[in-house]
C-alpha cells in the first residue's frame, strides 16, 4: 500500500511526520529518513489495531478469513 504523509520541522528541531489518511498516525525522527523510518513502523502499528478492533467487533457465529496486501 501506498500512503502520503507530511514531514514538518519541530520547534525542538525534531522532524514530525504525519499520514493524513490515518487519523491520529504521527511519528517523528532527529531527521527526515529516521522520521520517515519511524511513520512507517506508525502505519503498520495504526492499521493492525483497527483490524483488531473490527475483528473483535464481528460476530462470533461468522468466521472470519485474513486477506494479506
Do not use: R, Y
Not at 28 to 41: F, R, V, Y
Not at 48 to 59: H, L, V
Amino acid at each position: 500500500m501506498i500512503f502520503h504523509v507530511s514531514l514538518k520541522e519541530a520547534e525542538d528541531g525534531w522532524i514530525v511526520a504525519e499520514c493524513p489518511a490515518l487519523p491520529g498516525c504521527v511519528s517523528q525522527g532527529k531527521d527526515e529518513k529516521e522520521a520517515l523510518e519511524n511513520i512507517k513502523e506508525a502505519i503498520t502499528a495504526w492499521l493492525w489495531a483497527e483490524d483488531q478492533k473490527a475483528a473483535s467487533a464481528m460476530p462470533s457465529n461468522e468466521t472470519p478469513f485474513v486477506v494479506a496486501v
